[in-house]
T-cell receptor, first 112, second 115 residues
Framework: GDSVTQMEGPVTLSEEAFLTINCTYT??????LFWYVQYPGEGLQLLLK?????DKGSNKGFEATYRKETTSFHLEKGSVQVSDSAVYFC???????????FGSGTKLNVKP | GAGVSQSPSNKVTEKGKDVELRCDPI?????LYWYRQRLGQGLEFLIY????????KSGLPSDRFSAERTGESVSTLTIQRTQQEDSAVYLC?????????????FGSGTRLTVV
């Protein structure tokens, strides 16, 4: 079935370190891919998305590239800040459906 | 409204009691979704509304769970005879609807604790 797998956390980094959070997916069709972020005490917010293979989504210094050959959508940021501490969710949406499949979330802790 | 509003933000209830959770979607959003997030886990799909019909309610865990929606407006998720395993954050989201990849706008959730 359709699913999303992302790396388990927590991930603990020092400020200005490089971040990678891995995400792979299984889908029967051609999904759109998303990263959502949940800051402490807040709701989920859309961080970035990519709708087709080789597309790159980017926002707030975060990037993710839709890799069809490896069925992956890894999240990267070159230099994290303390304010990036949050839980990050990878998700997919199949074109003909209105249901997102979410990964289990990866908690990021950034230390000053 | 400007965002998705959920109420109450926190609810503590005794085992066996019924609870109602409310969601006010963004004005004009025809699609509305309920998800459940247990502590330390990902999001679990419960039900999807397009307008006031529910084409996909495959995620409702048991017949104690039900949901309804009035037109393209407010939705209520009802849990009858609550159990401790129902404790979770219940998230509502809305989107413009139809086929596409608009993404969701989520509410801040209702934290339900069953004691």
């Amino acid at each position: 079935g359709d699913s999303v797998t992302q790396m388990e956390g927590p991930v603990t980094l020092s400020e200005e370190a490089f971040l990678t959070i891995n995400c792979t997916y299984t889908a029967t069709g051609y999904p759109s891919l998303f990263w959502y972020v949940q800051y402490p005490g807040e709701g989920l917010q859309l961080l970035l998305k990519a709708t087709k293979a080789d597309d790159k989504g980017s926002n707030k210094g975060f990037e993710a590239t839709y890799r069809k050959e490896t069925t992956s959508f890894h999240l990267e940021k070159g230099s994290v800040q303390v304010s990036d501490s949050a839980v990050y969710f990878c998700a997919l949406l199949l074109y003909n459906f209105n249901k997102f499949y979410f990964g289990s979330g990866t908690k990021l802790n950034v230390k000053p | 409204g400007a965002g998705v509003s959920q109420s109450p933000s926190n609810k503590v209830t005794e085992k066996g009691k019924d609870v109602e959770l409310r969601c006010d979607p963004i004005s004009g959003h025809t699609a509305l979704y309920w998800y459940r997030q247990r502590l330390g886990q990902g999001l679990e799909f419960l039900i999807y509304f397009q307008g006031n019909s529910a084409p996909d309610k495959s995620g409702l865990p048991s017949d104690r769970f039900s949901a309804e929606r009035t037109g393209e407006s407010v939705s209520t998720l009802t849990i009858q005879r609550t159990q401790q395993e129902d404790s979770a954050v219940y998230l509502c989201a809305s989107s413009p609807g139809g086929q596409g990849d608009y993404g969701y706008t989520f509410g801040s959730g209702t934290r339900l604790t069953v004691v």
